[in-house]
């Protein structure tokens, strides 16, 4: 029965999310007002294979009237494991990761990586992640779970977190909004946001690095 649930909570991600050049719902976009990274493409066109999806720059990433179909399906998705595992409340275990392939096992290993904040590897029949031992382990809980969705999209490789990087492959955006919807589901965000108002607080609550708390607050409840 759990493993008939795990397989319903991830059934709602299309395929073309893991392998399309970007957005499936990009053509009907109502928001959108920019082109696909230049810079991304034309690495693309080379044959490079570290940038599977360009970025999309002018999107505003469902901060507009407009919901964005593509992120409400990722968080719909985030929810349906959090259902699934019976969470309710934050904060939410980093061991929930473990659930999201129910046919391989998920090991967490710490590494000293020196460029990287993470990685999700297909090692033989098992899933590997690595998380950086030098950062704090709030950042760690987010980069799980943000490398549990490349996992989720049976995807594998490298998390680019280079700082001079201005343009991010597409499924690497989609994956800090499945991370964020995972550690901060909007309605629990909205429960919490109106008794504590301050955001060191949520951090407390949620155990989610300030950064990722600060841009999620201010996506549900305004500056």
């Not at 397989?7 to 007002?33: I, V």
């Not at 080379?46 to 940038?51: A, E």
């Not at 309605?187 to 946001?193: H, Q």
């Amino acid at each position: 029965m759990r493993e008939a649930r795990l397989k319903a909570a991830t059934s709602d991600t299309p395929h073309s999310l893991a392998e399309s050049e970007g957005c499936p719902f990009e053509k009907k976009c109502p928001c959108r007002k920019g082109p696909w990274c230049r810079r991304k493409m034309e690495s693309s066109q080379r044959g490079r294979r570290d940038y599977r999806m360009p970025a999309l720059e002018g999107c505003r990433e469902g901060r507009c009237e407009h919901p964005c179909e593509l992120l409400v399906q990722v968080e719909n998705q985030a929810n349906g494991f959090l259902r699934a595992a019976g969470i309710t409340r934050p904060p939410v275990p980093i061991d929930l990761v473990k659930t999201f392939d129910p046919d391989r096992p998920v090991e967490i290993r710490f590494l000293p990586l020196q460029a990287h904040y993470g990685a999700a590897w297909l090692l033989g029949d098992e899933w590997v992640l690595h998380l950086n031992a030098n950062q704090p382990p709030l950042m760690n809980r987010y980069v799980a779970f943000h490398e549990g969705y490349h996992i989720v999209c049976r995807l594998s490789g490298l998390r680019d977190g280079r700082a001079d990087d201005g343009c991010r492959p597409f499924n690497e955006v989609t994956a800090d909004y499945f991370a964020a919807s995972i550690l901060m589901p909007r309605d629990w965000v909205l429960e919490y946001w109106p008794k504590v108002r301050s955001v060191a607080q949520m951090v407390e609550i949620f155990q989610a690095p300030e950064a990722a708390v600060r841009s999620w607050v201010r996506r549900w409840v305004g500056p």
